[in-house]
């Protein structure tokens, strides 16, 4: 075959597997079976590789791949995502077609779909090729997740139309998780000892978050489109008419969408759906009603965060009320341990409830809880509900008070609640229920940034018994590496180089990468310069850290009990013996305008990321603090500035922008 035979036979098979995809993942009516489509696709991989110069990012088989990222990007959106108004009221839904129906004088027809509870994205094509994908963010910047939003094979690489006025466009809509396979995640982490999601949606916003589109493929997301924000075109009015269209075109359009003329059908669909909704294979938890005329809508207008001619209605939270059997302790990644309520199986919302989380102590005290009490639980979107009330009436004396141990129900190491906190933690970095997350944060960039050490390849050490602390790390070899599936020999050996070029990591990173609770890099700066060595912080009193400016009790007690830990200490020795970093090598700092004084940030920045800023002011001889008093020299006003920046004007603190906040740092 000559080069340009192949690049033909590329180009159609790629075709050919687009509409293949379509078929399967979005209209659920494949055409061939899974053997035939693996052959073409097979075919098509071995096109690719002997002729990578034809290879291109619209490839079926460039969904996955690409290295893990190391941070995300963050974008501005062409056009603002803004947020819909929320109501519980039918009455407010009334006031809503009243307000529109002043404004618009033609008939007006609302356009009505189910609410997914997911995850807000847009995507961009060119072309008819998909190429940037981002998340909501605060509605003009978001993360750019396109690596990510690959992975979801109903997300077209490139559109089945030739129509012109379609091949450059922007869309909106929810990435979710499938109820099925939310049930499967959860079931892993369960037999893994992660902490579970509490629901649908906080799984697939974590699982966009992660920085390996190998992982995230691994978790089954998928999207509905539901809006296009501009008209393609002036020939197009309805947008209605146009989600047909991209249906056409590829995209999995959500289901469910009426037509309707008349306020009063609105509330109709509204009844449809307050019990089917249960039954689909994804979380609803409302409708969302919109003007669906593109020329109306820009007479309508909008407010600074939201549409005026959309609202959503959400449905109220269902209660149910059942017998609390026992309170059971789950211990999350972080060491927080949680009180989960063992209860009465009972029916709510369409599924079977036998268990509630109780949030802390202070909450079982507070609403004075008891095993065997009589409880109203509640379920608003929650997959694990919560108890809302104890029915005190049902009361018969036979109830027992809970009180909570002195040890972890897992390691049986003392645990410990610190100052105006309402958590109890373990502390014990070797706690079984906790390593995942621990060895995960120990590799992340800030700490001993172990490249290749991603959250796949964490959960298949652990559960094979090869990791169960961070100095086992260091006992890897790239033989008993490349035996692990999907590693192989190269992939094996540059993960041991990684590991070996992380001894070289100063005493800042590796003490944040021990994960103490509260610790932050910040603070590991501070303790650093302070103590110099590690022996220095171990011994030191509460007393001691708390004269540290940054340190106060919280955080001074939080240190202390972490170093009562034996097998704290035992894991340090150890990773001392492999030759990391424990004491602090000098380093000389270049006399800058920042030089001695202290900086706080507050919003997002456009040139850098708040933690590379840090560095920046270290480096010139300031000091970055993550909160801000009246010691604080600048306050560095970033994009949508947070509580920092009101503390900050009613202290008198300086304020700059980042513009001169980069001229500052230039070296004279």
Same mark, same amino acid.
């Given at each position: 075959?000559?080069?340009?035979?192949?690049?033909?036979?590329?180009?159609?098979?790629?075709?050919?597997?687009?509409?293949?995809?379509?078929?399967?993942?979005v209209l659920?009516q494949?055409?061939?079976?899974?053997?035939?489509?693996?052959?073409?696709?097979?075919?098509?991989?071995?096109?690719?590789?002997?002729?990578?110069?034809?290879?291109?990012?619209?490839?079926?088989?460039?969904?996955?791949?690409?290295?893990?990222?190391?941070?995300?990007k963050?974008?501005?959106?062409?056009?603002?995502?803004?947020?819909?108004d929320?109501?519980?009221?039918?009455?407010?839904?009334?006031?809503?077609?009243?307000?529109?129906?002043?404004?618009?004088?033609?008939?007006?027809?609302?356009?009505?779909?189910?609410?997914?509870?997911?995850?807000?994205?847009?995507?961009?094509?060119?072309?008819?090729?998909?190429?940037?994908?981002?998340?909501?963010?605060?509605?003009?910047?978001?993360?750019?997740?396109?690596?990510?939003?690959?992975t979801?094979?109903?997300?077209?690489?490139?559109?089945?139309?030739?129509?012109?006025?379609?091949?450059?466009?922007?869309?909106?809509?929810?990435?979710?998780?499938?109820?099925?396979?939310?049930?499967?995640?959860?079931?892993?982490?369960?037999?893994?000892?992660?902490?579970?999601?509490a629901?649908?949606?906080?799984?697939?916003?974590?699982?966009?978050?992660?920085?390996?589109?190998?992982?995230?493929?691994?978790?089954?997301?998928?999207?509905f489109?539901?809006?296009?924000?501009?008209?393609?075109?002036?020939?197009? =009015?309805?947008?209605?008419?146009?989600?047909?269209?991209?249906? *056409?075109? #590829?995209?999995? &359009? %959500? @289901?469910? !969408?009426?037509?309707?003329?008349s306020?009063?059908?609105?509330?109709?669909?509204?009844?449809?759906?307050?019990?089917?909704r249960?039954?689909?294979?994804?979380?609803?938890?409302?409708?969302?009603?919109?003007?669906?005329?593109f020329?109306?809508?820009?007479?309508?207008?909008?407010?600074?965060?939201?549409?005026?001619?959309?609202?959503?209605?959400?449905?109220?939270?269902?209660?149910?009320?059942?017998?609390?059997?026992?309170?059971?302790?789950?211990?999350?990644?972080?060491?927080?341990?949680?009180?989960?309520a063992?209860?009465?199986p009972?029916?709510?919302?369409?599924s079977?409830?036998?268990?509630?989380?109780?949030?802390?102590?202070?909450?079982?005290?507070? =609403?004075?809880?008891?095993?065997?009490?009589?409880?109203?639980? *509640?379920? #608003?979107?929650? &997959? %694990? @509900?919560? !108890?809302?009330?104890v029915v005190?009436?049902?009361?018969t004396?036979?109830?027992?008070?809970?009180?909570?141990?002195?040890?972890?129900?897992?390691?049986?190491?003392?645990?410990?609640?610190?100052?105006?906190?309402?958590?109890?933690?373990?502390?014990?970095?070797?706690?079984?229920?906790?390593?995942?997350?621990?060895?995960?944060?120990?590799?992340?960039?800030?700490?001993?940034?172990?490249?290749?050490?991603?959250?796949?390849?964490?959960?298949?050490?652990?559960?094979?018994?090869?990791?169960?602390?961070?100095?086992?790390?260091?006992?890897?070899?790239?033989?008993?590496?490349?035996?692990?599936?999907?590693?192989?020999?190269?992939?094996?050996?540059?993960?041991i180089?990684?590991?070996?070029?992380?001894?070289?990591?100063?005493?800042?990173?590796?003490?944040?990468?021990?994960?103490?609770?509260?610790?932050?890099?910040?603070?590991?700066?501070?303790?650093?310069?302070?103590?110099?060595?590690?022996?220095?912080?171990?011994k030191?009193?509460?007393?001691?850290?708390?004269?540290?400016?940054?340190?106060?009790?919280?955080?001074?007690?939080?240190?202390?009990?972490?170093?009562?830990?034996?097998?704290?200490?035992?894991?340090?020795?150890n990773?001392?013996?492999?030759?990391?970093?424990f004491?602090?090598?000098?380093?000389?700092?270049?006399?800058?305008?920042?030089?001695?004084?202290?900086?706080?940030?507050?919003?997002?920045?456009?040139?850098?990321?708040?933690?590379e800023?840090?560095?920046?002011?270290?480096k010139?001889?300031?000091?970055?603090?993550?909160s801000?008093?009246?010691?604080?020299?600048?306050?560095?006003?970033?994009?949508e500035?947070?509580?920092?920046?009101?503390?900050?004007?009613?202290?008198?603190?300086?304020?700059?922008?980042?513009?001169?906040?980069?001229?500052?740092?230039?070296?004279?």
């Amino acid at each position: 075959m000559t080069s340009r035979q192949a690049k033909k036979r590329i180009e159609r098979l790629r075709r050919e597997l687009d509409y293949h995809d379509y078929r399967y993942y979005v209209l659920n009516q494949p055409e061939i079976s899974d053997i035939e489509y693996d052959r073409l696709y097979k075919e098509l991989e071995e096109l690719e590789r002997a002729h990578p110069e034809y290879v291109t990012p619209d490839s079926p088989t460039q969904r996955v791949g690409g290295e893990p990222l190391r941070e995300f990007k963050t974008v501005e959106h062409r056009i603002k995502m803004l947020s819909l108004d929320n109501t519980y009221s039918e009455q407010e839904v009334r006031d809503f077609d009243k307000r529109i129906r002043k404004i618009v004088e033609t008939p007006v027809k609302y356009e009505t779909t189910l609410k997914i509870d997911g995850v807000a994205v847009t995507l961009n094509y060119q072309h008819g090729n998909f190429v940037r994908g981002a998340t909501r963010g605060d509605g003009v910047y978001g993360d750019e997740i396109t690596q990510n939003l690959r992975t979801i094979r109903s997300v077209p690489l490139h559109l089945l139309t030739e129509a012109a006025d379609l091949q450059d466009i922007e869309v909106r809509g929810e990435v979710y998780l499938p109820k099925a396979s939310f049930k499967a995640l959860n079931r892993e982490r369960e037999k893994s000892g992660e902490p579970l999601f509490a629901n649908p949606r906080n799984a697939a916003a974590g699982t966009l978050k992660l920085q390996d589109p190998r992982a995230v493929a691994d978790r089954g997301l998928d999207i509905f489109i539901h809006t296009v924000p501009v008209s393609p075109g002036a020939n197009y =009015r309805s947008h209605y008419a146009v989600l047909r269209l991209l249906h *056409e075109a #590829g995209f999995k &359009v %959500i @289901p469910h !969408v009426e037509l309707c003329r008349s306020i009063d059908e609105v509330f109709d669909y509204i009844a449809y759906w307050r019990d089917r909704r249960d039954k689909l294979d994804y979380e609803v938890d409302g409708l969302v009603i919109k003007v669906d005329d593109f020329h109306a809508r820009e007479t309508i207008g909008f407010t600074a965060k939201s549409p005026k001619w959309a609202i959503a209605f959400k449905y109220p939270a269902r209660q149910a009320i059942t017998e609390l059997t026992d309170i059971q302790l789950q211990v999350g990644r972080t060491g927080r341990i949680t009180p989960v309520a063992l209860l009465d199986p009972v029916s709510l919302s369409g599924s079977t409830i036998s268990r509630a989380t109780l949030h802390n102590e202070d909450e079982i005290k507070r =609403r004075e809880i008891k095993i065997g009490d009589h409880v109203v639980i *509640e379920k #608003g979107g929650e &997959v %694990i @509900p919560k !108890v809302v009330e104890v029915v005190k009436e049902k009361r018969t004396g036979r109830e027992k008070t809970f009180r909570f141990p002195s040890r972890c129900p897992v390691c049986n190491q003392k645990i410990y609640r610190l100052p105006d906190e309402a958590d109890w933690r373990c502390v014990n970095s070797s706690c079984p229920a906790q390593i995942k997350g621990k060895i995960l944060h120990f590799a992340s960039r800030q700490a001993m940034d172990i490249e290749g050490l991603g959250y796949v390849l964490v959960n298949k050490l652990v559960d094979v018994g090869l990791v169960s602390g961070f100095d086992d790390i260091y006992r890897l070899d790239a033989a008993t590496v490349a035996d692990i599936e999907r590693m192989g020999k190269t992939s094996a050996q540059n993960l041991i180089a990684g590991i070996d070029q992380s001894k070289k990591r100063p005493f800042t990173s590796v003490l944040y990468a021990l994960g103490i609770p509260n610790i932050g890099i910040n603070a590991s700066h501070l303790l650093v310069e302070k103590f110099t060595n590690i022996n220095s912080i171990v011994k030191a009193s509460v007393e001691e850290l708390i004269q540290i400016d940054g340190i106060g009790e919280i955080l001074a007690t939080s240190i202390k009990n972490y170093f009562s830990i034996k097998k704290n200490v035992d894991t340090i020795n150890n990773l001392k013996k492999f030759g990391l970093n424990f004491s602090l090598k000098p380093v000389r700092t270049t006399e800058s305008l920042l030089t001695g004084k202290t900086f706080v940030f507050s919003g997002e920045l456009k040139s850098m990321t708040r933690d590379e800023a840090q560095e920046v002011v270290r480096k010139l001889g300031g000091h970055p603090s993550s909160s801000v008093s009246k010691k604080t020299d600048y306050l560095v006003k970033g994009i949508e500035p947070g509580s920092k920046y009101d503390k900050a004007l009613r202290l008198g603190v300086k304020i700059i922008d980042e513009q001169k906040f980069l001229r500052m740092t230039e070296i004279k």
